[in-house]
């Protein structure tokens, strides 16, 4: 599946809008990372959109499972979508996911492309007892090794990206989103091999993408005027169900 991310900055100044690409058949497990404010929900609001509109222009299907731990006003238009987890029934969210997994890997043929985007991960964790926080890690370890395989990939939402958060599964994070100004810790871990191409962001809806540990780019994400058709587009995006789920 290809999702579309944002704007690449560096080519607005040539009057080339280009559309910096996330191939999840590359690249199975994503960052997304930016402080309050910054623009990252109003980015996988978008992303989500697009996925829908590029699934009706080509006819494919997909599964898209949204958990939100945080719960508040951001995603409040997805509410009543099946495919929607907030707070504690988050963990449903991710045994969904873990399910259609496991049934992948014990021989089901089907690879319609089945998505998990989960907003505020890191702190979903820490709600959690020592016991279910490794149970739960380790489900999400195992996925990401082998997603790509199956037709399946994960977009973890965060404000920080923290090194104990990922411990487990930081190798296998191929591409990196990081909104507005990157903490040092951040570069430490992911964008130590370009930390002199990175700018000094400020203006909310602007940041890097890196993708691989060397590409990286610098990203805008576009204003859009029509928010109900995009929340639409979002809506119609987490009622799908894909195939196998149905029959």
């Not at 040539?14 to 910054?38: C, F, H, V, W, Y």
């Not at 495919?83 to 504690?88: G, L, P, S």
């Amino acid at each position: 599946m290809l999702l579309r991310l944002g704007l690449n900055q560096d080519l607005l100044p040539l009057n080339l809008r280009r559309e910096i690409i996330l191939d999840t058949n590359k690249n199975a497990m994503t960052l997304l990372q930016g402080a309050t404010g910054s623009g990252k929900t109003f980015l996988l609001n978008r992303m989500l959109a697009y996925c829908e509109y590029d699934l009706e222009q080509s006819g494919k299907n997909a599964t898209v499972i949204l958990c939100d731990f945080k719960g508040d006003d951001s995603f409040k238009e997805y509410r009543e979508c099946k495919n929607y987890y907030a707070f504690m029934k988050c963990m449903e969210g991710i045994e969904r996911f873990w399910n259609i997994f496991s049934d992948r890997q014990q021989g089901n043929p089907d690879r319609t492309f089945v998505l998990l985007c989960f907003d505020e991960y890191a702190s979903f964790l820490t709600t959690l007892d020592k016991k279910e926080q490794e149970a739960v890690k380790k489900k999400i370890a195992v996925c990401v090794m082998m997603a790509r395989a199956f037709g399946m990939a994960i977009i973890f939402v965060c404000q920080m990206g923290y090194a104990d958060t990922f411990d487990k599964i930081r190798n296998n994070i191929t591409c990196v989103i990081a909104m507005s100004n990157v903490s040092k810790e951040m570069q430490q871990m992911f964008f130590y091999n370009v930390k002199e191409d990175m700018r000094n962001n400020k203006t909310r809806g602007m940041g890097h993408v890196l993708i691989d540990g060397y590409r990286l780019k610098h990203i805008v994400v576009p204003r859009i005027t029509n928010i109900e058709k995009m929340n639409l587009y979002g809506k119609r995006l987490l009622n799908r169900n894909s195939i196998l789920e149905e029959t």
